[in-house]
C-alpha cells in the first residue's frame, strides 16, 4: 500500500500481511527490495543493504521497534542485524516525510514494526517453515504469545529463528564458503491500563556468513583476472561448512518504556533503550595459525 502526497515529496509506503508472508525466509534488505523504489547493493549470496534514492548505509534510518538500529553499516557487506521475522509491518518513508528523523535520514527511514501484545487473555502461536533448494536453506522461525487471565493487561511473547545454509550455486559451478548459520530469538512483556502502563523488549541476532573465497584480492590486478576467469580457481562443491574468510556479527537491543495519561488527557512517555554490537571478521588462516579475528569492532 503506498500514499503519496501529490504537493509534496512525500512517500508513506507499507507491507504488511500476506504481501509481507511471501517475503518470509529472506533477510530484512532483501524483503525491502518488494516495495516500490527500495532496491538492494548485495555482497554475495545472503548479504543485503536497502537502497533509497540510490542512498545507504548511514544515510538511510532504520527503526527496531520503536528504536534506532545502531549498526555496523558503513561497510557494502554490513546489512542490518534484524530478524524479519519480528516484524509484521514494514515501512518506507521517503522525501519529506523522512526528514522528521533527522538530516542523517536524507535516504529515507525503515520502520521495522511487530504486533501489538496481546489485550485478551488466552494463548496463541505461528509457526514459520521455509525451505530453499539453491543453497538446501532452511529456517525456522516460531512465536507464542499470551495474556494473563487472573492479572488483566498483562502480556507477553517469546520469538525465536533459526536459519542455516550451505554453498550457493551458479549454474555451473559451486560457490565456495558462502553458507550462513544463523540464531535470533526475542521476548517481551508488557502491562497496560487505561491510564499508565510499560514494556520490556529484549532481542539477540546472531549470525555467521561466509566469504565467497573467489573475491579475495589483493591488486587490481587480482581483481581484473577474477573477472576474466570463467570459473573460480577453487573447485568447490555443496557443503554447510564455513570457513575462513568468514564474518562473526552479534546484536543485543534492550527497550524499556513507559507511559502516564494525566487527568487533563496530556500523556508522558519513557523510552530507554540500550544496544551492543559486535563485529567479528576473519581473513584467511595465517601460516602462524592464528585464530584472533583480523578485525574486531563494537559499539555500545
Partial sequence: KENETAMTSHVRTVMEGEELVQTR????????????GVYALHSGPSIFKPVIHGLHSNRILIFNNGVRQEGQQWGSEHAPEIDPFVATKLTVLKGAASTRYGSDAIGGVVLVEPAALRTKPGLGGEINLVGATNNRMGIVSGILDGAVKKVPG??????????????????????????????????????????FGGEVYYSQFNTRLGIFTGTHAESIADIEAAIARKVPLTRSYFSYDIRRPYQQ?????????????????????????????????????????RTNPELYLRLI
Fill in 25 to 36: 525466509g529472506q533477510s530484512l534488505g532483501e524483503a525491502l527490495t518488494n516495495i516500490t
Fill in 249 to 289: 556479527v552479534a546484536h543485543g537491543l534492550f527497550k524499556a518504556s513507559a507511559y502516564k495519561v494525566f487527568s487533563n488527557y496530556s500523556r508522558l512517555d519513557v523510552v530507554f533503550a540500550l544496544q551492543r554490537n559486535v563485529r567479528e571478521e576473519y581473513d584467511f588462516q595465517s601460516l602462524t595459525a
Fill in 154 to 195: 498483562l502480556a507477553w511473547r517469546l520469538q525465536g529463528t533459526v536459519r542455516r545454509g550451505g554453498n550457493a550455486r551458479t549454474p555451473n559451478y559451486w560457490l565456495e564458503n558462502t553458507g550462513l548459520a544463523e540464531g535470533n530469538f526475542s521476548a517481551t512483556v508488557g502491562y497496560t491500563r487505561p491510564s
